[in-house]
């Protein structure tokens, strides 16, 4: 598995494939939502496995903190590690750009993984796209 900063139109419609597979297709995410005003602004990252793209992230500077957002992996990539891989791809990234602490709103089922990478609840529930939410942060 190869993570992979989006540098161009081909990689980066890759990662906009994985994400509307996972949170529009699956999750039932409206598009207006998942694709928003940010895309522009922020960093784009994809995980390729022998050649096909199977992950998706992004990634923004916001309120002095680096945010990372969309993680998504496609569903027969699940339980492989690639969840692990392009999360210590973006946090690569955040550390050569001088970043030191993270923040990022975790769908609640996911925060044991997130949890499992350091990052700490700092936040209660909140909904976001209809679907359960808390903040987590960490200190890279």
Known sequence: MTVKIVENE?????????????????????EAEEIDQHEEE?????????????????????????????????????????GKTIMNGIEDYARKMGIQ???????????????GLGYEVVSEEFMDAGIPHKTMVKKI
């Open 10 to 30: 081909k990689e980066l419609e890759d990662a906009f494939s994985v994400r509307r597979t996972v949170f529009i297709d699956e999750q039932n995410v409206p």
């Open 42 to 82: 922020a960093t784009h990252f994809v995980l390729y496995h022998e050649g096909s793209p199977i992950g998706a992230g992004r990634f923004r500077l916001v309120d002095g903190f680096g945010k990372v957002e969309r993680i998504c992996i496609m569903k027969q990539a699940r339980g492989t590690g690639a």
């Open 101 to 115: 602490k993270l923040k990022l709103n975790s769908q609640t089922y996911a925060i044991p993984f997130y949890g």
